[in-house]
């Protein structure tokens, strides 16, 4: 190898191969385990993170997913957050309060890794402008649609999808169920404001409707519905509500995958994931239906 090319070799990024791998991604000196799939047929078109549930599973999500990155021609990328170092109030609640209840500052959230883990792995691809979407089941709902209301995450799109509990656009009720008690600047008008201009999906099953094992119990979360189907439909109408009654710009769309419960496999590879994450046929952006539980539960 002449002198030029065993220069060029020393500075190329360090490409992911293809199919399944892990790979150790430093986020501002954190060390974070990072599951990837890249199917036969990606060619750089776009980049899928994946954010797992309560039980920590990023492998088993990643390949719950690599259907989905060979169907769309996507990268996989699924973090692990785990339990250890991202304990209830840093992964479902992103780090935006500390244990003791106050305020964070913006760059100790977790929410705050995730566009630079995105850069990192796009460096790596050797790609700084591809694309990227965003979705997140059970906690991971929770987790990515949490970030949406704090954070400038890049994504094209943002799906939440079967999230025990929401962050609703309201004052009324605390965080993380809404934003009372926040500093001034995470919870005034403005920032409601732009949480309904995020390109948020709310992706729900219609049959998770079953108060399991993980089922988020207590007055506060019960306000908000009585499943998790009904607490995304509450949500999503109150969010278009007072878009209208605001004239604000309002960028959510409800999307329902018809007939699948509370399993992250079936609502990845389900049809109409498409148009949660890619807002293909023409997805509804309103809800003028009346809250009703669904026919097939």
């Known amino acids: 190898m002449n002198t030029l090319m065993t220069a060029v070799a020393a500075i190329a990024p360090a490409a992911i191969p293809f199919g ?80 003791d209840g106050s305020a964070a500052a913006s760059e100790e959230w977790t929410f705050s890794m995730i566009p630079k883990l995105a850069g990192k792995i796009k460096e790596m691809e050797g790609k700084p402008d591809m694309p990227h979407y965003i979705i997140g089941h059970s906690a991971g709902g929770q987790f990515v649609m949490r970030m949406s209301g704090f954070v400038d995450t890049g994504a094209e799109r943002i799906v939440s999808a079967n999230p025990g509990t929401h962050l609703f656009p309201t004052r009324e009720m605390p965080y993380p169920y809404g934003l009372g008690g926040l500093p001034e600047p995470l919870s005034d008008d403005n920032a409601l404001r732009r949480y309904l201009a995020q390109p948020l999906t709310v992706y729900l099953g219609t049959t998770d409707v079953i108060h399991g094992r993980y089922f988020p119990r207590g007055e506060l979360a019960f306000k908000q519905g009585d499943s998790r189907w009904e607490r995304g439909f509450n949500n999503f109408n109150m969010a278009k509500k007072l878009a209208d009654e605001r004239g604000w710009e309002f960028n959510w769309t409800l999307v329902e995958a018809r007939a699948i419960h509370h399993d992250h496999g079936d609502m990845f590879n389900h049809p109409i994931c498409e148009i949660a994450l890619f807002g293909r046929y023409g997805a509804l952006k309103t809800s003028d239906r009346r809250l009703e539980m669904p026919a097939e539960r």
Do not use: W
């Open 20 to 99: 399944p791998s892990m790979v150790q991604v430093d986020i501002g000196g954190t060390s974070i385990e990072v599951y990837i799939y890249k199917p036969d047929m990606y060619r750089c078109e776009r980049m899928i993170m994946v954010f797992h549930g309560t039980l920590r599973n990023a492998d088993e999500y990643r390949d719950h997913a690599a259907p989905m990155g060979d169907r769309f021609r996507a990268l996989i990328v699924a973090p692990k957050f785990d339990d250890e170092r991202f304990p209830y109030q840093r992964y479902h609640l992103g780090g935006i309060l500390k244990e």
